[in-house]
């Protein structure tokens, strides 16, 4: 079985993965976009016009490494296992487990069309560390100064002996989010810029800093490869060899 350590991992993994396929989204637009990803969103600074409660990127993340770990383990038992013949049920467990992993791409596929669609409108996206939407078309109130602003590269090598970066080289998205961000420390702003270049503000040890020219590159830029994937399990559900539900095995949804 995975140990803790392995599963907290693999969701880490995910989680950027994610973020990173959230990124390519907005920067598909063509107009840019903000997301702000905080767990203790601080209500008096924002102003959501339109609150939602949209979990299914969440869900599919999760579900996505716990298919993927049973997925692995079933074929790793079979693999030591020092039984001369396979058992069918065992067969069948693993071909359904493999599809169990599958599935959850798709829906992470379609959800992070949605929060797209949630940044075209006017004003950030707001969501969960666990990347659970709670509001769009989000305006920030923030009037704190922003103070020093750190290279975030530079900081995680040599703290502030780190250069500074100008908080008036950057249009409103960047500084309100910055001016946010000084309020709410636990928070992560990122702007894809309509040129698509992409920039993280966090805190880091106390400190502001902003990382530029962010690189996505962990998510896997194929949607033609999504699509063929879709018709393939499409095509293998309406065949009837697979039950039309959420989850083909008895690891529980």
Same mark, same amino acid.
């Given at each position: 079985?995975?140990?803790?350590?392995?599963?907290?991992?693999?969701?880490?993994?995910?989680?950027?993965?994610?973020?990173?396929?959230?990124?390519?989204?907005?920067?598909?637009?063509?107009?840019?976009?903000?997301?702000?990803?905080?767990?203790?969103?601080?209500?008096?600074?924002?102003?959501?016009?339109?609150?939602?409660?949209?979990?299914?990127?969440?869900?599919?993340?999760?579900?996505?490494?716990?298919?993927?770990?049973?997925?692995?383990?079933?074929?790793?038992?079979?693999?030591?296992?020092?039984?001369?013949?396979?058992?069918?049920?065992?067969?069948?467990?693993?071909?359904?487990?493999?599809?169990?992993?599958?599935?959850?791409?798709?829906?992470?596929?379609?959800?992070?069309?949605?929060?797209?669609?949630?940044?075209?409108?006017?004003?950030?996206?707001?969501?969960?560390?666990?990347?659970?939407?709670?509001?769009?078309?989000?305006?920030?109130?923030?009037?704190?100064?922003?103070?020093?602003?750190?290279?975030?590269?530079?900081?995680?090598?040599?703290?502030?002996?780190?250069?500074?970066?100008?908080?008036?080289?950057?249009? @409103?998205?960047?500084?309100?989010?910055?001016?946010?961000?000084?309020?709410?420390?636990?928070?992560?702003?990122?702007?894809?810029?309509?040129?698509?270049?992409?920039?993280?503000?966090? @805190?880091?040890?106390?400190?502001?800093?902003?990382?530029?020219?962010?690189?996505?590159?962990?998510?896997?830029?194929?949607?033609?490869?999504?699509?063929?994937?879709?018709?393939?399990?499409?095509?293998?559900?309406?065949?009837?060899?697979?039950?039309?539900?959420?989850?083909?095995?008895?690891?529980?949804?």
């Amino acid at each position: 079985d995975m140990t803790g350590s392995e599963v907290t991992a693999q969701l880490t993994a995910a989680w950027g993965n994610t973020v990173a396929r959230l990124c390519i989204g907005l920067r598909r637009l063509g107009t840019g976009g903000c997301l702000l990803i905080t767990d203790t969103a601080k209500p008096e600074l924002l102003q959501a016009k339109y609150k939602v409660s949209y979990t299914r990127v969440q869900d599919a993340m999760i579900l996505q490494v716990m298919d993927a770990a049973y997925s692995t383990q079933i074929g790793q038992d079979r693999f030591d296992s020092e039984e001369d013949a396979i058992p069918l049920d065992d067969v069948i467990e693993e071909h359904l487990a493999i599809a169990d992993a599958d599935d959850p791409e798709d829906e992470l596929a379609g959800a992070a069309q949605v929060v797209t669609s949630f940044a075209s409108a006017d004003g950030l996206v707001l969501l969960t560390r666990l990347l659970a939407v709670k509001a769009f078309g989000v305006k920030l109130r923030s009037t704190a100064p922003i103070g020093v602003v750190y290279d975030g590269h530079d900081f995680s090598r040599i703290g502030k002996r780190a250069r500074s970066i100008s908080p008036s080289r950057f249009g @409103t998205r960047h500084t309100s989010l910055m001016s946010y961000c000084r309020e709410d420390p636990d928070a992560m702003g990122l702007v894809v810029s309509q040129d698509g270049n992409v920039r993280m503000i966090l @805190t880091e040890s106390g400190s502001l800093t902003m990382w530029e020219d962010v690189r996505l590159l962990e998510y896997r830029d194929d949607w033609l490869r999504y699509l063929r994937d879709e018709e393939t399990r499409e095509a293998r559900r309406s065949s009837g060899a697979l039950p039309r539900q959420r989850g083909y095995t008895s690891l529980p949804k």
